[in-house]
């Protein structure tokens, strides 16, 4: 089993890029391979799946991604090539409020999912979901999405994180503009 994969890309497909480690290139299924840049290193989160007519690796661009596509595919009727366009159409704060608040409406707008689907993800995965997001991220690009992702999930309100979010130094680590902003917001 695999848990991340370093290398460059190598090559960008409509579903799927190949990573080229070592001079073997490993093709690996991901949410958004536009994410992705030729020629770029990138560590690729990876999950490996092995069926009895198929082995395919599925990779994200970050730990957390990963953790909530392996909930996703632990979903009954919900496998690994329905669990990729909900990632790459969803953030992952947005699928995981929508599961905690029951929003079906909000599940039925990814491909494939219907209403009993979208039901059976709340039923499967509400409650479950608290712990993913809270980390952080691996990526090598900071973003100011990334400091309201981790204040979210720390139980901050969009509208008091709008506030501090401005206040914060971008030019900081992640780690430190969290440190910074929670000193703000504690004020």
């Known amino acids: 089993m695999y848990d991340y994969i370093n290398g460059k890309i190598a090559e960008l497909k409509y579903n799927s890029i190949v990573v080229d480690n070592g001079g073997v290139g490993y093709l690996i299924y991901v949410p958004n391979p536009y994410a992705f840049e030729v020629g770029g290193e990138y560590k690729v989160f990876v999950y490996q799946q092995v069926k009895e007519d198929e082995n395919a690796l599925f990779g994200f661009k970050t730990r957390e991604e990963k953790e909530l596509f392996l909930k996703l595919i632990s979903v009954k009727g919900l496998g690994c090539r329905m ?41 499967d995965l509400k409650g479950k979901l608290e712990f993913i997001g809270t980390g952080i991220s691996d990526d090598v690009v900071e973003t100011e999405q990334e400091l309201q992702e981790a204040l ?6 969009e509208k008091e994180i709008k506030k501090v979010a401005s206040q914060v130094d971008s030019s900081k680590t992640i780690e430190e503009q969290i440190k910074e902003a929670l000193r703000l917001l504690l004020k």
Not at 93 to 122: H, S, T
Not at 152 to 157: C, E, M, P, Q, W
């Open 152 to 157: 979210l999930a720390l139980g901050y309100k």
């Open 83 to 123: 669990a990729l366009p909900i990632l790459a159409v969803g953030s992952i704060q947005g699928i995981m409020d929508a599961i905690e608040r029951e929003n079906i409406l909000y599940l039925k707008k990814f491909p494939k999912i219907g209403e009993k689907l979208a039901r059976q993800i709340v039923l």
